[in-house]
T-cell receptor, first 117, second 112 residues
Framework: AQSVTQLGSHVSVSEGALVLLRCNYS??????LFWYVQYPNQGLQLLLK??????LVKGINGFEAEFKKSETSFHLTKPSAHMSDAAEYFCAVSDQSSSGGYNKLIFGAGTRLAVHP | EAQVTQNPRYLITVTGKKLTVTCSQNMNHEYMSWYRQDPGLGLRQIYYSMNVEVTDKGDVPEGYKVSRKEKRNFPLILESPSPNQTSLYFC???????????FGPGTRLTVL
């Protein structure tokens, strides 16, 4: 079964600085990988997802992530942080369910991003 | 507006008093799922459903029940809630495997 590790439960950056949020998965290559964002008191929204093809995936709000099979990683980056990026970010990967499909999502513990002036 | 709705949004109850949290989606999605979110643990899947009358256990199903009698609704039932079920619960729906999951606003449950 898959597990997802997000290094750093809290990350703090200055406005305008690079954002790097780390995500590693545990075992065989999952067919689907996702990053979700959760703003305070809200549900989760999809930032981006990887299925097949190009390993660099672009998402909303200037975020992108690169799938690196050799490193079992799917790190999220943004070149220049904005105050509005402050939120909690979750990496998730698909896992095989008992029915054989890949409908199960395994989430990491989350990384809370703080952006200071 | 395409959305997933949950009710209630907040609930405080006592140990052993049966409760139901409703979830409804208006996107004609086949796949629906329930998660609980706890600090430091991220989201953990409780149950999911791939279609009407088709449900399966997630990673933390103990103490919960679900049913899927209609495509749009996927209620979560706690027959005898206990304090360790105090959590933030999210319902989600999607078209299926590999597709974006759309999340409801969450239900904050406290069991005393």
């Amino acid at each position: 079964a898959q597990s997802v590790t997000q290094l750093g439960s809290h990350v703090s950056v200055s406005e305008g600085a690079l954002v790097l949020l780390r995500c590693n998965y545990s075992s065989s290559v999952p067919p689907y990988l996702f990053w979700y964002v959760q703003y305070p008191n809200q549900g989760l929204q999809l930032l981006l997802k990887y299925t097949t093809g190009a390993t660099l995936v672009k998402g909303i709000n200037g975020f992108e992530a690169e799938f690196k099979k050799s490193e079992t990683s799917f790190h999220l980056t943004k070149p220049s942080a904005h105050m509005s990026d402050a939120a909690e970010y979750f990496c998730a990967v698909s896992d095989q369910s008992s029915s054989g499909g890949y409908n199960k999502l395994i989430f990491g513990a989350g990384t809370r991003l703080a952006v200071h002036p | 507006e395409a959305q997933v709705t949950q009710n209630p949004r907040y609930l405080i109850t006592v140990t052993g008093k049966k409760l139901t949290v409703t979830c409804s989606q208006n996107m004609n999605h086949e796949y629906m799922s329930w998660y609980r979110q706890d600090p430091g643990l991220g989201l953990r899947q409780i149950y999911y459903s791939m279609n009407v009358e088709v449900t399966d256990k997630g990673d933390v199903p103990e103490g919960y029940k679900v049913s899927r009698k209609e495509k749009r609704n996927f209620p979560l039932i706690l027959e005898s809630p206990s304090p360790n079920q105090t959590s933030l619960y999210f319902c989600a729906s999607s078209l299926g495997e590999g597709n974006e999951q759309f999340f409801g606003p969450g239900t904050r449950l406290t069991v005393l």
